[in-house]
C-alpha cells in the first residue's frame, strides 16, 4: 500500500487544515494511508521520511531548520515522491534555496488578486491530465520563477490591470518533473478548498499528480 505524510500548517489564509482533512480523505479513498501531521518536526526524522511514498506540503512560508530541509529533499532523492499546490507548496520556506530546486518553481506574485482567467492543458497524451479538457478557474494567478527543465502540463495566459507589463506571459501553471529518484509534481492552483469542489477536474489533476508522484 502507497503511504503518504502531509504536513499542515503555516499562513492560515490558504485553509492548511482544511485542504489537508480533504486530500487525506481523497487519498484514503484512492488507496492510500495517510499520515497527518501539523508540526514541522515531521521532517526532523529521515529515517521516517525516507519510509513514505508520498510527502505532501502545505505550509505556506514558515522556516526549515538546515536538517529539516536536509532530510526532506534526502529522502526526495532517494525516491520518495513530492507533491502539493498553490503556496502551500509553491510559497512555502521562502530561505531554503535546495527546496526551490526541488520544487520546481518559487511563487512571486498575483497581480489584481482573486480573478478569472482559464487555465489550458498543453500535454493532454500524459495520464496526469488525460481525457479532460481546459478549464476556468476564479482565483489567484501566480506568476512564478520556474525550472526550465519542468514537464509542463498546464498553463494561464496572464492578463493584469495592475502589472500590465505581464500582460501576454504564458505561465506553467502545473507541472511534474524527477528530482533524483523522486517524483515531483505541482499544480498553483487551490488558494482554498472550495475551489476543488467547484473545479472537479482541478481535484482529478492534483489527486492524478499526487498519485504520479507516489513512489
Same mark, same amino acid.
Given at each position: ?8 500548517? %503555516?499562513?492560515?489564509g ?10 487525506a ?33 502545505m ?20 525516491? #520518495?515522491?513530492?507533491a %502539493? ?13 535546495g ?25 493532454r497524451?500524459?495520464p ?10 476564479h482565483?489567484e494567478?501566480?506568476?512564478?520563477l ?14 493584469s ?20 529518484? %523522486?517524483?515531483v ?20 489533476? #492534483? ?9
Amino acid at each position: 500500500m502507497k503511504t503518504a505524510l502531509i504536513v499542515h500548517g %503555516g499562513w492560515a489564509g490558504h485553509h492548511p487544515q482544511a485542504c489537508a482533512e480533504l486530500f487525506a480523505a481523497e487519498l484514503a479513498a484512492r488507496g492510500v494511508a495517510v499520515t497527518r501531521s501539523d508540526t514541522l518536526a515531521a521532517f526532523d526524522d529521515a529515517a521516517a521520511l525516507s519510509a513514505f511514498s508520498l510527502i505532501v506540503p502545505m505550509w505556506t512560508m514558515g522556516t526549515l531548520t538546515e536538517a529539516q530541509e536536509k532530510n526532506l529533499i534526502a529522502a526526495v532523492l532517494a525516491g #520518495t515522491g513530492l507533491a %502539493g499546490f498553490h503556496g502551500g507548496m509553491g510559497d512555502a520556506f521562502r530561505g531554503c534555496i535546495g527546496y526551490h530546486w526541488m520544487v520546481g518553481g518559487q511563487f512571486v506574485a498575483h497581480p489584481d488578486n482573486f480573478k478569472d482567467y482559464t487555465v489550458n492543458l498543453v500535454n493532454r497524451t500524459d495520464p496526469i491530465v488525460a481525457g479532460l479538457d481546459d478549464f476556468a478557474v476564479h482565483t489567484e494567478q501566480y506568476y512564478m520563477l520556474v525550472d526550465p527543465r519542468n514537464e509542463v502540463l498546464a498553463t494561464t495566459t496572464h492578463r493584469s490591470p495592475s502589472a500590465p507589463w505581464t500582460d501576454g506571459v504564458v505561465m506553467p501553471c502545473i507541472w511534474k518533473k524527477h528530482h533524483g529518484r %523522486g517524483r515531483v509534481f505541482y499544480s498553483a492552483l487551490g488558494h482554498q478548498p472550495s475551489e476543488f469542489t467547484a473545479v472537479p477536474a482541478l481535484l482529478e489533476i #492534483t489527486l492524478r499528480g499526487m498519485l504520479w508522484a507516489a513512489r
